[in-house]
């Protein structure tokens, strides 16, 4: 608990300073230009950080694309959402996920028909969302909605149950989260999340989404932070206007 705590400390601070000195960029804090969620070296450094795509992705997911490791500004603006409650941080996060995300995109459809695809926020632990008042998976999937222009589809519940955050990757695997599929679901399913690390959410809210009668899952997230895998992880550079 001491350790997650002084891990986003830092980001928390910066938060802090910009609520009382606003306007200030979403990530960091410091000035950014008016009506723009972040500073220029903020974006920047989104731009240039490494996207990662794991294909197949985790149990039950064809793909799964983030934006950058789990590192530096990636992880300041995982950060600034989750716990600085910086709601603007999900248009920079959703600016980041789409520029890496629409190449493929066109990949995920249905009898070679893309009908039906729709984003689909991982669901938050009920008591996660009754103290945040916020899911940060849901807003971020918001603005990537509007950023994609693609529907979204809230058709996932989580049970509660012990958090993710802190524990070892063995707990994680040995005991997921359950998460069940309330009314109908897209065929096309793009899960939408801020950072996974073993991927045991993402591979709950797959098998609820197919179990419902999803025909393909897809992921995105802000960031990665699990280990590399030579067979699977690929750094990718997407071209910034795909044709």
Do not use: Y
């Amino acid at each position: 608990m001491v350790r997650d705590l002084a891990a986003i400390a830092p980001a928390l601070l910066r938060n802090l300073c910009s609520v009382a000195a606003p306007p200030g960029c979403a990530v960091c804090g410091d000035a950014a230009r008016s009506g723009a969620p972040a500073c220029s070296s903020c974006v920047r450094a989104l731009e240039i950080a490494r996207p990662i795509l794991i294909e197949p992705g985790p149990a039950g997911i064809a793909w799964a694309v983030s934006a950058a490791p789990f590192e530096g500004t990636a992880r300041d603006l995982v950060h600034a959402l989750k716990f600085g409650r910086r709601l603007s941080a999900a248009r920079v996060a959703a600016a980041a996920i789409a520029r890496v995300t629409v190449p493929r995109l066109r990949d995920l459809t249905v009898d070679a028909s893309p009908r039906g695809a729709a984003l689909v926020p991982v669901p938050a632990d009920p008591l996660r969302w009754r103290w945040r008042g916020f899911d940060p998976a849901e807003e971020l999937a918001l603005a990537l909605a509007r950023e994609l222009k693609m529907p979204l589809r809230r058709c996932l519940r989580r049970r509660a149950g012990p958090r993710q955050v802190g524990r070892s990757r063995a707990a994680r695997r040995g005991s997921p989260p359950v998460v069940d599929a309330r009314g109908s679901v897209p065929a096309c399913a793009v899960l939408v999340d801020d950072v996974w690390t073993t991927g045991a959410t993402l591979i709950a809210s797959a098998m609820a989404l197919r179990t419902a009668g999803a025909r393909q899952v897809a992921a995105v997230a802000i960031a990665h932070a699990g280990r590399p895998c030579r067979t699977a992880r690929r750094d990718l550079r997407f071209p910034e206007n795909p044709t």
